[in-house]
């Protein structure tokens, strides 16, 4: 047997969650292998002593829940399934409380507060331009190419040069593009 089964098998046992039939044919198997049977008391003994330190002394542990989830069906005397009517009570609660929020947040006046109900007129920030070179003329619109020619004869001419000393490092540019 596979050690990895052994072990999951071992464990489920020794929290009881291993069918019967399973457990019967575990123990024959444990009782022909002895190193086997001696590793599955040390997961009985650490499941002991799990419980025992988890255990709360007057506190009751409920049992399992096993619960297959029924089909639906309209008709609860069949025998078969939980009826829709509950589920469809349930709906129709909730969309009621739904309904209710909806028109009590229309009619309910609003809670005052500490500005004013009309803030006013929105406030609009304007800049002046950054450079007075690049300030428009009545002669010329702001992308004519003699406000373009007129900002750039108004610098000196300096070449740009890009040095690289390493394929690791970053070029540094000098000058303007």
Known sequence: ????????????????????????????????????????????????????????????????????KPALTDNPSSGQGVSRRPRIAHGLRLAACVLLGLFLGRVWPPAPSGQPSDPGAPVIATAGLPDNDVAESDDSAFWSASRILRVHAGREARPATITWNSVIHRPTLKGAL
């Open 1 to 68: 047997m596979n050690d990895d089964w052994l072990d999951g098998l071992l464990i489920d046992r020794s929290l009881g969650a291993l069918p019967d039939d399973v457990s019967e044919l575990l123990e024959a198997y444990l009782k022909s292998h002895p190193v086997h049977a001696t590793r599955a008391q040390q997961y009985l003994h650490t499941a002991a002593l799990a419980r025992q330190a988890l255990s709360v002394p007057g506190c009751v542990t409920p049992a399992p829940i096993h619960t297959i």
